[in-house]
């Protein structure tokens, strides 16, 4: 029923800088960065300008209280956006998040201690989607549980976790951070292969985003166990059990992957472009079975997506069908009219940026069967093979690639310039 919110939107913005896009993308951005990160920080406690009484640590999903009331803490928000600050601060871009950074780990051992209509901390409740800016349980009516929240928030504190070991500061990790992480890993273990509402809490089934954080909370949680002391053979198994069961989203003959496995849609979703982009690892290449953003069932999957959504918005009309167009959640959707959304268009073009930065890398890039029609967008009757970076055909297809991102960048930050 509800839309993540926009502080995780403009945080796609920060995190689409990697590659260098054209010069008005890049100014927008440089321009618009600072801009978003404001934001994100006054919207957590205690002293963030609109974090309206939260608790140290507590991201607010909005300040708005009423049509909607926003005013609750979502633990999958709360852990993409700390996941955002937390690469700034490990990367060195901001070393001023310490502060906030400690507060959020300590937030999340409290909250993952309250008791909520999903259970106690050891009989399920570490799946309850939301609670009150103050830590105390949301009692009402709602979608429950969500099984990504837990895992969203180990691969934020994991990352963490990662730089104070390479900082001289393993005790902390083990003092500290290794109690929250365990329950957490633990409960996605033991917990991935039951339903839950997916991420938009609009469908309570198997959900591939939530599949898909699980499998890389358990491989980061595994390697993490294992250098501390702490080697747990389990995550490997529920891993790998993981990882075969999301093969099964795949749908070869609509060559996409379907979102949920419930839910009576066409499957079409957002969901699985921003688990494309939030399961990125460049040092996977373009690795198919993880739906890496390069891959050939992640492209086909981004192409079946975004003209989904060519025929149904007015914003759209009149654009070629090779170009870059406005995409929303899916294309089903009617909440607040079910229009087109900064967050679900950002994230086609950053699932494009992403796979640009890896064939940069590696040098080439494969045209398969499965990833045909999306090439062939940028190419008319492009051949299945591998084009070097050298070659005419992959200057011509990276060329238009990054053009198609830049569209949808630069559409919809001239969009949400006009609003701010
Ligand atoms: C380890 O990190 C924690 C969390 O930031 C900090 O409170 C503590 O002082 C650090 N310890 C050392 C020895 O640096
Ligand atoms: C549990 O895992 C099995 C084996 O992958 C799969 O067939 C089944 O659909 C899964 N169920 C849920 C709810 O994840
Ligand atoms: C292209 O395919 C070959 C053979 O499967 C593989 O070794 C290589 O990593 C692939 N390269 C990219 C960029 O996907």
């Known amino acids: 029923m509800r839309l993540l919110n926009v502080v995780v939107c403009a945080l796609g913005l920060i995190s689409s800088h990697v590659f260098a896009q054209s010069s008005s993308v890049d100014s927008y951005i440089s321009t618009e960065s600072p801009i978003a990160k404001a934001g994100i920080i006054a919207n957590i406690g205690p002293i963030g300008s609109k974090s309206q009484g939260a608790k140290a640590g507590i991201v607010i999903a909005s300040p708005s209280t009423t049509n909607p009331n926003y005013l609750f803490t979502w633990t999958r928000d709360s852990s993409l956006v700390f996941k955002a600050l937390i690469d700034q601060f490990v990367s060195g871009q901001d070393t001023s998040l310490r502060t ?18 999903s259970g106690t901390v050891s009989s399920g409740g570490l799946g309850e989607p939301k609670f009150n800016v103050d830590e105390t349980a949301f009692t ?59 991420l ?3 469908v309570s089934s198997s959900s591939f985003f939530t599949t898909a954080v699980q499998h890389r909370a358990l491989r980061e949680g595994s390697a993490l166990a294992s250098a501390i002391g702490q080697a747990n ?13 999301l093969q099964s989203y795949w749908n070869p003959s609509g060559n996409f992957v379907t979102a949920n496995t419930g839910g009576g849609r066409s499957g079409r ?42 025929s149904i918005y007015v914003v759209n009309n009149g654009i070629a069908t090779n170009a870059a167009v406005a995409t929303g959640r899916y294309p089903e959707d009617s909440y607040q009219g079910g229009n087109p959304w900064y967050l679900a268009t950002f994230a086609v073009a950053e699932q494009l940026y992403d796979a640009l930065i890896v064939w940069n890398t590696q040098g080439s890039l494969n045209v398969t069967a499965i990833s045909q029609p999306f090439f062939a967008q940028f190419s008319s009757g492009i051949a299945v093979g591998t084009y070097p970076s050298s070659s005419t055909t992959y200057a011509t297809l990276t060329t238009a690639i990054k053009n198609f991102a830049d569209g949808l960048a ?4 001239a969009l949400l310039a006009l609003l701010i």
């Open 100 to 117: 906030l950074i400690d507060q959020f780990v300590s937030s999340q051992a409290f909250i993952q201690q309250v008791s909520n209509p």
């Open 410 to 413: 630069g559409a919809m930050g």
């Open 233 to 245: 053979s389990n995550y490997d198994t529920q891993a790998a059990n993981i990882l075969c069961f």
């Open 140 to 198: 009402g009516a709602w979608g429950r549980p969500q099984r990504d929240g837990p895992a969203l928030r180990a691969t934020a504190i994991i990352g963490y976790a990662n730089w104070l070991r390479a900082n001289g500061n393993s005790s902390w990790v083990t003092s500290t951070l290794w109690p929250v992480l365990k329950l957490d890993l633990d409960y996605v273990a033991a917990n991935w292969n039951q339903t839950g509402f997916d």
């Open 269 to 310: 979703d957002a969901n699985t472009v921003l688990t494309s982009i939030h399961t990125f690892d460049p040092a996977a290449g373009c690795d198919a079975v993880t739906f890496q953003p390069c891959s050939d069932k992640a492209l086909a999957n981004l192409k079946v997506y975004v003209d989904a959504f060519r």
């Open 200 to 202: 938009w809490e609009e």
